[in-house]
């Protein structure tokens, strides 16, 4: 009998398994969108946000310049970045970026960094700072905006 007991816990356990690696993946994959806590902005748009990571909005709309940071190429944010924000291919990107700077349409391209940690910096440190982070790396210092209305942990998120 107690054998019976001790296989039913263990095959309980694993039908709760899946559950609990569903919500973990779901957290390790989201995206979200961040600005420094002076930033008056709560709320923005997909298309507002592409046009800020295109280059083609570069202030808050208040005169405070728009200081985008990125992922450095092969982070899951910037993969992200790309196909679903920008549509584009890194190689497009990287062409994107050069017709950009060398038309003088733009001084610089957004500033590419190798780690979330170095993003959140930038944007605690840039009142103008957005940047898109894995939502397990936000931590004090920034503030998460709604993309669409929507909050990331919330169905119809846009970045998940």
Known sequence: MKRYGTYLIAFASLLLLPLVST???QQETEVAVVVNPENP???????????I?????QSWGNSLPVFAIVRAPGARERQLLLSQILRMTESEYKQY?????YSGEVPQEPVAVFS???????????????????????????KTIKVDGYMPGTPGYPFQ
């Open 41 to 51: 902005v709560s709320s923005i748009s997909s298309a507002e946000l592409r046009r």
């Open 23 to 25: 919500t973990d993946a």
């Open 53 to 57: 990571f295109a280059g083609d909005k």
């Open 97 to 101: 970026w050069l017709r950009k700077v």
């Open 116 to 142: 979330n940690g170095m993003q959140l910096e930038g944007v605690r440190a840039k009142k103008g700072g957005i940047a898109l982070i894995s939502v397990q790396d936000v931590r004090a210092g920034v």
